[in-house]
């Protein structure tokens, strides 16, 4: 059942409930009323019977049908029938239970005139009351329905756009916009539900764009990868290979098989090297097996001797134990940071500095560089919000034209273990 429906039941009940009561008010009151007016036509009547006794003409004509309330019957002789209780409707029996006999005077001719109350004429006041009341009560009713129906309508017309918009959105469809009413409620809730929709639509777009640009990165670092181990460890490999092959023929030649020896050892060690480098940057196997501020030493270091771009490390306080998986993400937000600095801020000099405290870790990055903001935020930006957002962190990034970019990092004691 429809809401309105659920009203249009609600009240009618109540009106009907009124309807009852007013009904039952009315008629015990009628009651009262009808038993007052026939006590007194019972006196009447009374006062006639002993009068026409003494007098039989006291009846005139123009007094007969003055009477109110009194029925007055003529039988003559030989057409007498016995007075009984008449068949009265069901509000004649409830308005006035208990009917008085009929008095009878017998005349010198063998008339006999009945005297009795007659309870018709107040039982149909009553009647016609009752029947105003209750076409007064029906037409409160429906003027209060349609009223409901004009003023509910535009609601219910409300919540059924809104409902059939989020249908479509909970379908995928998010360019569905509801169209503005009439009423300001109406318009600010197919605002709100726009702007709604029109953030979903925004955030799919975005969602999409970085599911390309993630699967792009991915296939440049298989690239890489396959680019290293093809043109680096590859010709070391072979290389290698190559120097196993010449051994064999300067078997009878000392001094060729130590040179021999040391440019196998040499290409070993470059593809140890190598592959230390590679794995490095798949996997900080460092972290591991050493606290926070030494792998964010090596980092330093190793990002100082590659980009050739100086770095300042400073380390503040007890550095809180951090698990492992809290450790990359947050090892991973720093290099991914000096990454970005290393491309876009054509800086000079960093500075990096982690305090630790009971409150927990707190991280500044600062750079000398041009400080221009990005036109838009790349994968780097969001992958760093996104690594704060799994610490439980609060990262703020500043810019200041021609002095460089600067980074806060706040995360609490709930994201350590110590």
Not at 71 to 82: K, M
Not at 359 to 368: E, I, K, S
Request: hydrophobic fraction near 45%; charged fraction near 25%; charge should be positive.
């Amino acid at each position: 059942m429809s809401a309105l429906r659920r009203t249009y039941l609600l009240v009618a009940l109540f009106f009907v409930a009124v309807t009852l009561v007013c009904t039952a008010v009315l008629l015990r009151q009628a009651a009262h009323d009808v038993q007052r007016e026939l006590d007194a036509a019972q006196q009447v009547v009374d006062y006639l019977a002993v009068s026409l006794r003494d007098e039989p003409q006291a009846l005139a004509a123009g007094l007969e049908r003055s009477l109110r309330h009194i029925r007055i019957e003529r039988v003559t002789a030989g057409n007498q029938q016995p007075a009984g209780p008449s068949d009265r409707p069901w509000l004649s029996r409830w308005l006035y239970p208990q009917v008085m006999p009929a008095r009878v005077i017998e005349r010198a001719n063998g008339e006999q005139i009945r005297l009795a109350v007659n309870p018709d004429d107040e039982v149909e006041e009553v009647w016609d009351s009752l029947l105003q009341l209750l076409a007064l009560f029906g037409l409160a009713l429906a003027l209060s329905l349609l009223t409901i129906r004009w003023a509910v309508g535009h609601a219910l017309g409300v919540l059924e756009d809104l409902l059939g918009g989020l249908r479509q959105i909970s379908r995928g469809q998010l360019a569905t916009r509801l169209v503005a009413r009439r009423l300001p409620e109406a318009r600010r809730l197919a605002g709100h539900f726009n702007q709604m929709a029109g953030a979903l639509e925004e955030a799919e777009a975005a969602n999409a764009r970085l599911t390309g640009t993630l699967l792009e990165l991915q296939e440049r670092e298989r690239t890489r990868l396959a680019q290293v181990m093809h043109d680096d460890l590859g010709q070391y490999v072979a290389g290698i290979r190559a120097r196993a092959c010449l051994l064999r023929i300067q078997a009878e030649q000392p001094d060729a098989v130590r040179e021999t020896a040391a440019h196998l050892e040499r290409h070993s060690l470059d593809l140890q090297n190598g592959f230390r480098t590679l794995v490095r940057d798949l996997y900080p196997v460092m972290l591991e097996h050493l606290p926070l501020e030494e792998a964010v030493g090596q980092l330093v270091e190793q990002w100082q001797g590659a980009q050739g771009i100086e770095c300042h490390l400073q380390l503040c306080g007890a550095i809180p134990a951090f698990t492992t998986e809290d450790k990359l993400h947050l090892y991973r937000l720093l290099q991914e940071a000096l990454t970005n600095v290393a491309r876009h801020a054509q800086a000079r000099c960093v500075r990096l500095r982690l305090r630790g405290g009971a409150h927990g870790l707190r991280v500044l990055l600062r750079d000398d560089g041009h400080g221009e903001p990005p036109q838009r935020a790349g994968v780097g930006l969001r992958s760093m919000r996104e690594r704060a957002r799994c610490l439980g962190a609060n990262l703020r990034l500043r810019h200041c034209p021609g002095r460089g970019w600067t980074l806060y990092l706040n995360l609490p004691c709930k994201g350590a273990t110590a």
